[in-house]
């Protein structure tokens, strides 16, 4: 397997936690999101993944964009250990906080988006830090609250073994923690944020882990 990667993708990160639990170790390509106005950009790439995005798997030939996407193939090729619970409930409930993160939260505030902000838009730095951090905190309110009052949460996101929701949770905060965003607000999130950090799956997923890191 090849996949392609960059240190300060989240969505990249995502999929370098799901390789780190399985014990997969790919062959990394890795694709700057901002050397020279972006490597993704560049014809080479595109014909890799047309929506010009990381991460993206070669799977023997075969190519898959999307880190959900990547995630489950992983999950359904390589079963263990399991990243979705095999009851159905318990497996919706997953992808529920999976999809609040990777759906709704990350890509309205993604490199693209704030790029568009900035020399689109005509934003200043100061107005997209704003931005950020709304939605920041639009998103994980919720996701506190789902998490705090439920009690099919565990040490992790549910239960006591990490699954998709926390491979997605991760990223987030440590995008929240870049920022310099307050999480004071959402003390669930920052104990399974640390437990999934504290298993050497995560930690060494984290972008200043990789070997692109700036």
Known sequence: MKLYTYSNSSAAFRVRIAMNLKGIAP???????IKDGGEQHKPEYRAVNPQELVPTLDAGGHLIGQSLAIVEYLDETHPTPPLLPSYPLAKARVRQIAYAIACDMHPINNLSVRQYLKSGMMHSDAEIAEWYEHFIHRGFKPIEALLANSKETGTFC????????????????????????????YPTIVRVDATAR???AFANAAPEKQSDAA
Not at 27 to 33: C, D, I, T
């Open 158 to 185: 549910h239960g006591n073994e990490p699954t998709l929701a926390d491979i997605c949770l991760v990223p987030q905060v440590y995008n929240a923690r870049r920022y310099k965003i307050s999480l004071d607000a």
């Open 198 to 200: 504290a298993l050497p």
């Open 27 to 33: 062959e990394f390509a890795f694709v700057s999101l």
